[in-house]
């Protein structure tokens, strides 16, 4: 094992724990992870933009007094700007056409906690779909099964931290592209309650609030602090999440009491769910049980075709402000040629939005965002499968070759029990307590009630602290070579 793997699967706390205490330095902990992904990116492809130079230079400035003084970090190359860094979104209309002018906020902020950014990670086109397959940068590939999805959109950033390259790395979520990515890497992902964290100053917000800004982590306690290094609004944001009651962080470990939670398999796509994501539900019902809380079957009274039509031209309409916005940016009149056959078609589609159907369509998201916020007026949250399915096969996603109806029943899987939490704002974790018999990770999905992160936090820990996760280690792995 290299010496570098000796760091690789300590957590971002307890990395920056030793830059604190004077066990290692803040070059030689990035130093260290920039072998690994040297090493292992290949087998991968998560990390597509190298910033090896930049990060030894601020590695060597870093604030020793910075919580995460020193830990190496990646974001991923969707929204997040890094001042002269190239910005792709995954898309060759872009490649090698745009460089940053300056850090977005967000990662102004992850810098300012002592993050030190060592790449970009590879994202879907836009970041529209569930895998992480882009034909401008290739596919990323999960390190549980080469052959096999990482979910997306933040699939690159997924593939990277569980595979211990670094401890943690940015990434959002629109639909689920956050949770999806943890349950297929085996990772603790939180979708933070809408405009938790700030996405200017270029944006106010994404896809009219569906769009969220966090990370991806293996331990529930760097979320958290991550969460507490990063939210809060900017300046002039449209709106903001109610403020906590305390720090994140102190969540951790604190009691959640005995929490009614509230059981379904019931997705807006219709899914069928797998059994190997159904038991996973199941057992951790039944852990939840075990740790005195309060489980029973519930589904909210959502309209399920209404809803999921309204996601649909939320998504295309997203689709169009995407690349109309980029083509403004970099003076580029957008053709045919310059993208992926399907986000062509999502931007054509979108383009035929009027403005008077987009706001209907996001009044009944809207709507359905009030039907689920008085649902869990009974509960404390709302546990479900976060996929129908366990880790596809690359390529399930390629709407070549397959129906329309087929390709939509595919998205649909991957799709179906994340897309309510991006249309009401609220909170959402996928937390990975299950493996398949092939040795696959299936995440399971807490949903929480709007502007409470804290109980999700809370629960989180303790299921963290009766099932432990953070030392598995898929075959594609620092500590694994």
Same mark, same amino acid.
């Given at each position: 094992?290299?010496?570098? $793997?000796?760091?690789?699967?300590?957590?971002?706390?307890?990395?920056?724990?030793?830059?604190?205490?004077?066990?290692?330095?803040?070059?030689?902990?990035?130093?260290?992870?920039?072998?690994?992904?040297?090493?292992?990116?290949?087998?991968?492809?998560?990390?597509?933009?190298?910033?090896? $130079?930049?990060?030894?230079?601020?590695?060597?400035?870093?604030?020793?007094?910075?919580?995460?003084?020193?830990?190496?970090?990646?974001?991923?190359?969707?929204?997040?700007?890094?001042?002269?860094?190239?910005?792709?979104?995954?898309?060759?209309?872009?490649?090698?056409?745009?460089?940053?002018?300056?850090?977005?906020?967000?990662?102004?902020?992850?810098?300012?906690?002592?993050?030190?950014?060592?790449?970009?990670?590879?994202?879907?086109?836009? @970041?529209?779909?569930?895998?992480?397959?882009?034909?401008?940068?290739?596919?990323?590939?999960?390190?549980?099964?080469?052959?096999?999805?990482?979910?997306?959109?933040?699939?690159?950033?997924?593939?990277?931290?569980?595979?211990?390259?670094?401890?943690?790395?940015?990434?959002?979520?629109?639909?689920?592209?956050?949770?999806?990515?943890?349950?297929?890497?085996?990772?603790?992902?939180?979708?933070?309650?809408?405009? +938790?964290?700030?996405?200017?100053?270029?944006?106010? $917000?994404?896809?009219?609030?569906?769009?969220?800004?966090?990370?991806?982590?293996?331990?529930?306690?760097?979320? /958290?602090?991550?969460?507490?290094?990063?939210?809060?609004?900017?300046?002039?944001?449209?709106?903001?999440?109610?403020?906590?009651?305390?720090?994140?962080?102190?969540?951790?470990?604190?009691?959640?009491?005995?929490?009614?939670?509230?059981?379904?398999?019931?997705?807006?796509?219709?899914?069928?769910?797998?059994?190997?994501?159904?038991?996973?539900?199941?057992?951790?019902?039944?852990?939840?049980?075990?740790?005195?809380?309060?489980?029973?079957?519930?589904?909210?009274?959502?309209?399920?075709?209404?809803?999921?039509?309204?996601?649909?031209?939320?998504?295309?309409?997203?689709?169009?402000?995407?690349?109309?916005?980029?083509?403004?940016?970099?003076? +580029?009149?957008?053709?045919?040629?310059?993208?992926?056959?399907?986000?062509?078609?999502?931007?054509?589609?979108?383009?035929?939005?009027?403005?008077?159907?987009?706001?209907?369509?996001?009044?009944?998201?809207?709507?359905?965002?009030?039907?689920?916020?008085?649902?869990?007026?009974?509960?404390?949250?709302?546990?479900?499968?976060?996929? /129908?399915?366990?880790?596809?096969?690359?390529?399930?996603?390629?709407?070549? @070759?397959?129906?329309?109806?087929?390709?939509?029943?595919?998205?649909?899987?991957?799709?179906?029990?994340?897309?309510?939490?991006?249309?009401?704002?609220?909170?959402?974790?996928?937390?990975?307590?299950?493996?398949?018999?092939?040795?696959?990770?299936?995440?399971?999905?807490?949903?929480?009630?709007?502007?409470?992160?804290?109980?999700?936090?809370?629960?989180?820990?303790?299921?963290?602290?009766?099932?432990?996760?953070?030392?598995?280690?898929?075959?594609?792995?620092?500590?694994?070579?």
């Amino acid at each position: 094992m290299a010496a570098s $793997d000796e760091l690789a699967f300590l957590d971002a706390t307890a990395q920056a724990a030793l830059v604190r205490q004077g066990e290692i330095t803040a070059a030689e902990l990035v130093e260290a992870a920039l072998e690994r992904i040297a090493r292992d990116n290949p087998a991968l492809n998560a990390v597509i933009t190298p910033m090896d $130079d930049l990060a030894r230079t601020e590695a060597a400035k870093v604030d020793p007094a910075a919580p995460f003084a020193g830990v190496p970090f990646l974001l991923k190359d969707l929204v997040a700007d890094y001042g002269g860094v190239p910005t792709a979104s995954g898309s060759a209309f872009l490649k090698g056409r745009y460089v940053a002018k300056q850090d977005s906020e967000l990662v102004a902020r992850f810098r300012r906690a002592g993050l030190v950014v060592c790449g970009k990670t590879n994202t879907p086109e836009f @970041g529209l779909l569930p895998t992480t397959e882009p034909a401008a940068f290739g596919a990323s590939r999960n390190p549980w099964d080469l052959k096999r999805t990482t979910g997306g959109s933040s699939g690159g950033s997924a593939a990277a931290v569980a595979a211990g390259l670094v401890p943690a790395a940015h990434a959002n979520d629109g639909g689920g592209s956050i949770r999806i990515p943890a349950a297929c890497c085996g990772l603790f992902g939180l979708k933070p309650t809408r405009a +938790r964290n700030p996405m200017g100053p270029e944006l106010g $917000d994404a896809g009219g609030g569906l769009a969220v800004e966090h990370v991806v982590t293996r331990s529930v306690r760097d979320s /958290a602090a991550l969460l507490d290094a990063t939210s809060g609004p900017d300046i002039g944001d449209p709106y903001w999440a109610p403020p906590p009651e305390r720090p994140f962080a102190q969540e951790c470990g604190r009691d959640p009491g005995q929490l009614r939670i509230a059981l379904s398999f019931a997705s807006l796509s219709g899914a069928t769910v797998a059994d190997d994501c159904r038991e996973a539900v199941l057992a951790t019902a039944r852990l939840c049980e075990e740790l005195g809380h309060v489980v029973e079957e519930a589904t909210p009274a959502l309209a399920p075709q209404p809803t999921i039509k309204a996601f649909g031209r939320a998504w295309t309409a997203f689709a169009s402000w995407a690349i109309k916005g980029w083509a403004a940016t970099i003076g +580029r009149e957008p053709t045919e040629a310059d993208f992926e056959p399907l986000t062509w078609q999502m931007f054509q589609s979108g383009e035929r939005v009027s403005a008077g159907n987009y706001l209907l369509a996001m009044q009944e998201l809207q709507k359905a965002g009030r039907t689920f916020a008085r649902f869990l007026t009974g509960y404390d949250v709302w546990l479900t499968p976060v996929v /129908a399915r366990p880790p596809v096969p690359l390529g399930y996603f390629d709407p070549a @070759g397959v129906s329309r109806e087929e390709f939509l029943t595919r998205i649909g899987e991957y799709s179906g029990f994340t897309n309510i939490a991006n249309a009401s704002g609220n909170p959402a974790m996928s937390v990975p307590l299950h493996w398949t018999a092939d040795g696959l990770p299936v995440g399971v999905q807490f949903t929480g009630r709007f502007g409470d992160e804290a109980t999700l936090f809370r629960l989180a820990a303790q299921l963290e602290q009766a099932r432990p996760w953070g030392q598995r280690r898929p075959p594609v792995a620092a500590a694994a070579a």
